[in-house]
């Protein structure tokens, strides 16, 4: 059996492409869910939810996993600063 190995550039490429591969809307909304759920997990946040399936769009809400800095969340959705981001997480 034949296997293809991917490095990150190549499975964040399948990613970027997907809306080219999925056609139903249901799909689409639970593949954004997924990746949602990976992001938080692996950088912080909490997601609340994803909508429109034909560009789908994440919530996320900071939380104490999420560095001071922003994290991976500085640089995207800048219409919202980083400290509106993180102004209601709890520092301990």
Not at 50 to 67: I, R
Request: avoid cysteine.
């Amino acid at each position: 059996m034949a296997t293809k190995t991917l490095n990150l550039d190549e499975m964040g490429e399948i990613i970027q492409n997907s809306v080219d591969h999925i056609d139903d809307a249901d799909q689409m909304i639970e593949f954004a869910q997924d990746i949602a759920q990976i992001i938080a997990k692996h950088f912080g946040g909490v997601v609340t939810g994803v909508s429109n399936a034909e560009d789908p769009l994440a919530t996320f809400y900071a939380d104490e996993n999420v560095p001071p800095n922003g994290g991976v969340y500085a640089e995207v959705d800048t219409d919202v600063s980083v400290e509106e981001f993180m102004e209601d997480v709890e520092v301990e």
